[in-house]
T-cell receptor
Framework: DTAVSQTPKYLVTQMGNDKSIKCEQN?????MYWYKQDSKKFLKIMFS???????INETVPNRFSPKSPDKAHLNLHINSLELGDSAVYFC????????????FGPGTRLTVT | QKEVEQNSGPLSVPEGAIASLNCTYS??????FFWYRQYSGKSPELIMS??SNGDKEDGRFTAQLNKASQYVSLLIRDSQPSDSATYLC??????????WGAGTKLIIKP
């Protein structure tokens, strides 16, 4: 009965490839997020959608493109992968404006070789 | 000055003692404060939220908030080895965004 799920859990790929990570939440939340956590463990916000509308778009290379087909799903597509993209990517969700607590998926460990 | 600051640690505490984790924040307009626990190789897990000045207790955990001093803390009583993890402090910036501290690594020594 997973609340926030991500696929795949692990992703190993070569430089220059294009890959996607998928996220789904069954909590009925309106807001979803993508975070990047690098080897130093700092959580960096990348994007956020509220009810399918992009509301946070931090300084991220335009090789990263989020897409929210509905409020329960948020996907992340990465073009032309680089070594520096290696990290753990977390999806999270929160109820919506005024409710700030966020619930995280299990993460996707991306390794670019 | 970072928006949310935590001592990176590691903080080493004997089993059974009280672990005290601290966090300061810069935005006086922040209204919501959270503590997350992250085990190695796992995702952050919400353990406490606090919105008003004072203490909030939940089992062995107590969150303390002092808005005048822009300070929030987490106390863990009767620390167990299973409490060993990185603890992340998060503070709301606006309606959607949390600002995260870098985390404090806590080690409970048996």
């Amino acid at each position: 009965d997973t609340a926030v799920s991500q696929t795949p859990k692990y992703l190993v790929t070569q430089m220059g490839n294009d890959k996607s990570i998928k996220c789904e939440q069954n909590l009925g939340h309106d807001t979803m997020y993508w975070y990047k956590q690098d080897s130093k463990k700092f959580l960096k916000i990348m994007f956020s959608y509220n009810n399918k509308e992009l509301i946070i778009n931090e300084t991220v290379p335009n090789r990263f493109s989020p897409k929210s087909p509905d409020k329960a799903h948020l996907n992340l597509h990465i073009n032309s992968l680089e070594l520096g993209d290696s990290a753990v990517y977390f999806c999270a969700s929160s109820p919506g404006p005024g409710s700030y607590e966020q619930y995280f998926g299990p993460g996707t460990r991306l390794t670019v070789t | 000055q970072k928006e949310v600051e935590q001592n990176s640690g590691p903080l080493s505490v004997p089993e059974g003692a009280i672990a005290s984790l601290n966090c300061t924040y810069s935005d006086r307009g922040s209204q919501s404060f959270f503590w997350y626990r992250q085990y190695s190789g796992k995702s952050p897990e919400l353990i406490m939220s606090i919105y008003s000045n004072g203490d909030k207790e939940d089992g062995r955990f107590t969150a303390q908030l002092n808005k005048a001093s822009q300070y929030v803390s987490l106390l863990i009583r009767d620390s167990q080895p299973s409490d060993s993890a990185t603890y992340l402090c998060a503070v709301n910036r606006n309606n959607y965004q949390l600002i995260w501290g870098a985390g404090t690594k806590l080690i409970i020594k048996p």
